[in-house]
C-alpha cells in the first residue's frame, strides 16, 4: 500500500454497546414506583484496526470477547455507539446514494453457520442471483452465466443450481454461502468463523478455497477465528481480541514467534501441536468475565498469572514495543 492509497477498512476508537429495553413485566413493576434497571452489555471498547488493500487480517479470541460484534459493525450490519467506521477513506455515516451502495456491496460478510445463512425456501440459483436482481446490477439474460461462474469458483457443479440449502452437505451450503459473497464482486470479505461448523477435512478445503479467491482476485479480509491454528496460514496479520478490546496485533509470524501478552502466550499455549505431545495441557485459569459488568482496569487481570495491582487500576494503552508490533501490558513498561 503507498502512502497516499486510504485502508480499505479503518476503525477509529469504535464502541459498541447494547442495552437491555424493560420488558412489559418491568414497564408494569414502574407503574408501581419499582425503578428501571437497564443493563449495559459492553461488547467493544474503543477498537482501533486498519485493514489494507489485498491484506488478511485474523481476528482472534474467545467466545464472547466481541469479535463477531466487530465483523458485523465492519459490514454495515450493526452501527457502532462511538467512534468511526471508514471505508476507502471515507466515513460511512457520511455515505449516500451510490457511495453507500458501493460500501454496501463492497464489504461482504460469511457466516459462520451456513445453514441458518441461507434461506431454505429458495433454490440455489434464487438465493445466488437475488442480489443481482434488487441491484439491478446484470440484464436478466447474464443472471444465469454469473451464477453458473460463481459455483464454478467455489468448486460446484453447475447442477447444485436447483438444490435446495438441505440437500447439499455443510461444506458445500459454506461454498454457496461464499459464491452469494462472489455474485456482486466485493472488495472486502468479513469471515465469520467460516470454518468452525465444518468438519477437520472440509474446514482445509475451504481455507484453501480462500486462499485461491484471494489469489484471484485480490480480496481484502477480515477472518474471525478463535483458532489461532487455522489463522496462523491464512493471514498476514493478526489482532487479539479480549473482552472487547485488542490485546495485541503483530505480523502473523512476529504473533506466534514472539507473543507479548500474556492472554496470546496462553492461547499459543493450547494451540495442539505434535512436538508438544507429551506436555501436560493446562487450560487458561477461569471464564471469560461478563461483559455486563467488565473488570476495572486491565479487563485480564482476574485470569493473568502475572497480574499486579496496578493491572486492577489503570487500563493498559496499546503500545508499539517492536516495530509493527503493538502490545497492552503494564509488564511492557
Known amino acids: 500500500m503507498t502512502q497516499q492509497e486510504s485502508p480499505v477498512i479503518e476503525l477509529r476508537n469504535v464502541h459498541k ?3 437491555q429495553h424493560p420488558d412489559l413485566a418491568q414497564r408494569l413493576l414502574a407503574l408501581f414506583g419499582r425503578p428501571i434497571t437497564r443493563q449495559t452489555v459492553h461488547a467493544v471498547n474503543g477498537v482501533d484496526l486498519t485493514v489494507s488493500r489485498g491484506e488478511v487480517l485474523g481476528l482472534v479470541g474467545e467466545s464472547g470477547c466481541g469479535k463477531s460484534t466487530l465483523g458485523r459493525i465492519v459490514a454495515g450490519l450493526h452501527n457502532q455507539t462511538e467512534g468511526e467506521v471508514r471505508y476507502q477513506g471515507r466515513s460511512t455515516q457520511d455515505l449516500r446514494g451510490a457511495d ?16 441458518a445463512s441461507l434461506n431454505p425456501r429458495q433454490r440455489v440459483h434464487q438465493i445466488l442471483g437475488e442480489a443481482l436482481k434488487v441491484h439491478k446490477l446484470a440484464p436478466a439474460a447474464e443472471i444465469a452465466k454469473r451464477i453458473d461462474q460463481a459455483l464454478s469458483e467455489v468448486g460446484l457443479e453447475r447442477e447444485y443450481r436447483d438444490r435446495f440449502p438441505h440437500q447439499i452437505s455443510g461444506g458445500q451450503r459454506q461454498r454457496i454461502g461464499i459464491a452469494r459473497a462472489l455474485m456482486v464482486s466485493p472488495k472486502f470479505l468479513v469471515c465469520d468463523e467460516p470454518v468452525a461448523a465444518l468438519d477437520v477435512s472440509i474446514q482445509a478445503q475451504v481455507i484453501n478455497l480462500f486462499m485461491d479467491l484471494r489469489e484471484q482476485h485480490g480480496f481484502t479480509y477480515l477472518f474471525i477465528s478463535h483458532d489461532l491454528g487455522v489463522v496462523k496460514h491464512i493471514s498476514d496479520r493478526v489482532a487479539i481480541m479480549y473482552l472487547g478490546r485488542i490485546v495485541e496485533q503483530a505480523a502473523a509470524t512476529e ?3 514472539r507473543a507479548n501478552h500474556p492472554y496470546t502466550q496462553a492461547l499459543l499455549a493450547e494451540v495442539p501441536d505434535v512436538k508438544r505431545r507429551g506436555r501436560k ?11 455486563l459488568n467488565p473488570p476495572s482496569g486491565c479487563t485480564f487481570h482476574p485470569r493473568c498469572p502475572h ?15 517492536a516495530p509493527g508490533h503493538w502490545s497492552a501490558c503494564h509488564l511492557n513498561d
Open 281 to 291: 495441557f493446562t487450560p487458561i485459569q477461569g471464564e471469560i468475565p461478563s461483559p
Open 100 to 115: 453507500k451502495l458501493d460500501y454496501i456491496l463492497g464489504v461482504q460478510m460469511i457466516f459462520q453457520d451456513p445453514q
Open 255 to 257: 504473533i506466534f514467534a
Open 307 to 321: 497480574a499486579m495491582p496496578r493491572c486492577k487500576e489503570a487500563v493498559p494503552e496499546l503500545k508499539e514495543i
Open 17 to 19: 454497546r447494547f442495552e
